[in-house]
């Protein structure tokens, strides 16, 4: 039996790993991992005994029909180099790095690749996970992608163009909805006799069940508001404010982020040999 395997046990690639065992998307018996630093392992080991641990790319890569690659950023260049002479004809390559554009994986290996990006919240099976798929990506291959990562909450397919704005909204937005509850607690401490532990005892729950309130009874933003918001009460004062503030701040917090993606985008062109005319020859994703 050909093989799934795994190149990387950082932080999103572990979590991305175990939730897609612990699911029972993929069984252990169909795994094989790799890590450049096997010590990292150790734990992982202990509780998925049936995956194989590769002791070189070498020896992973021939091994499989599909290989998530899970590396950092300025990895990922030496490890598709290192496994290209291993590499069986019909692989399936998935990149989980979302600033390499996949013209320039292709500019090193010429097979059927896929970029998803993944979230943290997949750990509970929500999220949204972001795919999109280079021209020689087979129907199976698309239908194994989207199989997998419906376990761990919904799977969107994208063009690669759209992916950078879906990624703020998606992977990165956990991130952003922690540090919003964060700031709303530590001023709540300023006003009022409630503990750091009661606020968040309050504020946690309720934030959770805002979200589950919008996406189970299919409610928008607006009508939510309009129910809690009574006309001339006392929460909307409170949300003219927000609709005062915020819009700036979430349009710089955009602006900002999607900028840093362009640059690190360019900066990886530049590592992977693509110039103005080299781009003009790689086939366009679809």
Do not use: W
Not at 74 to 91: G, T
Request: proline share 3%; aromatic share 6%.
């Amino acid at each position: 039996m050909r093989k799934i395997g795994f190149i990387g046990y950082g932080a999103m690639g572990s979590i991305m790993l175990r939730a897609l065992l612990d699911s029972g998307a993929l069984s252990q018996n169909q795994v094989i991992v790799f890590n450049r630093t096997p010590e990292k392992l150790k734990d992982f080991r202990k509780k998925y005994r049936r995956v194989e641990v590769a002791k070189s790319l070498a020896v992973l890569a021939p091994k499989c029909e599909r290989i998530f690659i899970c590396t950092a950023t300025s990895a990922v260049k030496e490890v598709l180099n290192a496994i290209q002479p291993y590499l069986p004809e019909d692989i399936h390559i998935i990149s989980i790095t979302g600033t390499i554009e996949i013209k320039c994986l292709e500019n090193i290996f010429s097979g059927s690749i896929t970029k998803i990006i993944p979230t943290q919240i997949a750990e509970v099976g929500e999220g949204v996970t972001l795919v999109c798929h280079n021209k020689r990506v087979l129907a199976k291959d698309k239908k194994f992608i989207r199989d997998i990562f419906a376990s761990l909450g919904r799977v969107k397919e994208l063009k690669e163009s759209q992916l950078d704005l879906a990624a703020d909204l998606s992977s990165c937005a956990p991130a952003f909805h922690a540090a919003i509850l964060n700031n709303f607690a530590e001023m709540a401490k300023k006003h009022g006799k409630l503990t750091p532990e009661e606020i968040n005892e309050i504020v946690i729950p309720t934030a959770y069940g805002t979200m589950k309130l919008l996406l189970e009874q299919n409610i928008s933003f607006t009508g939510l508001i309009n129910r809690v918001a009574t006309l001339g009460g006392i929460t909307e004062e409170g949300v003219k404010v927000l609709n005062q503030e915020l819009p700036r701040v979430f349009d710089k917090i955009l602006t900002v982020t999607l900028a840093k993606r362009a640059s690190v985008k360019k900066r990886m062109r530049r590592q992977y040999g693509l110039d103005s005319e080299t781009e003009a020859c790689i086939t366009s994703t679809t």
